[in-house]
């Protein structure tokens, strides 16, 4: 049974930084492209920056430069690493992988970006 399951939001000020966690069970991780991906209040879910088993990354453009995607195939996690957060991040953030034909998806972590 495939889980993903997210960790690390909460609430951060303008110029701040988070790492979020994926942590990952039920399927072969290191051989799965893993991807994060936001839902705002009222905007469809966007993908926000994808790894693939070999660890090459991708990136959207409005945080490239900001917000690194890694993985540690020992620990079957992914993250996210976010710096210089600004109120546009915030948003519910999504780990997500296809494994067979069917695309799997966390319970979501909350971003929240304020002064």
């Known amino acids: 049974q495939v889980q993903l399951v997210e960790s690390g939001g909460g609430l951060v000020q303008p110029g701040g930084s988070l790492r979020l966690s994926c942590a990952a069970s039920?399927?072969?991780?290191?051989?799965?492209?893993m991807y994060w991906y936001r839902q705002a209040p009222g905007k469809q879910r966007e993908l926000v920056a994808t790894?693939?088993?070999?660890?090459?990354?991708n990136y959207q453009d409005t945080v490239k430069g900001r917000f690194t995607i890694s993985r540690d195939n020992a620990k079957n996690t992914v993250y996210l690493q976010m710096n210089s957060l600004n109120p546009e991040d915030a948003a519910v953030y999504y780990c997500?992988?296809?494994?067979?034909?069917?695309?799997?998806w966390g319970q979501g972590t909350q971003v929240t970006v304020s002064s």
């Open positions: 997500n992988t296809v494994a067979g034909v069917k695309n799997y």
């Open positions: 039920g399927f072969i991780f290191w051989a799965n492209p």
């Open positions: 790894i693939t088993g070999s660890g090459s990354t």
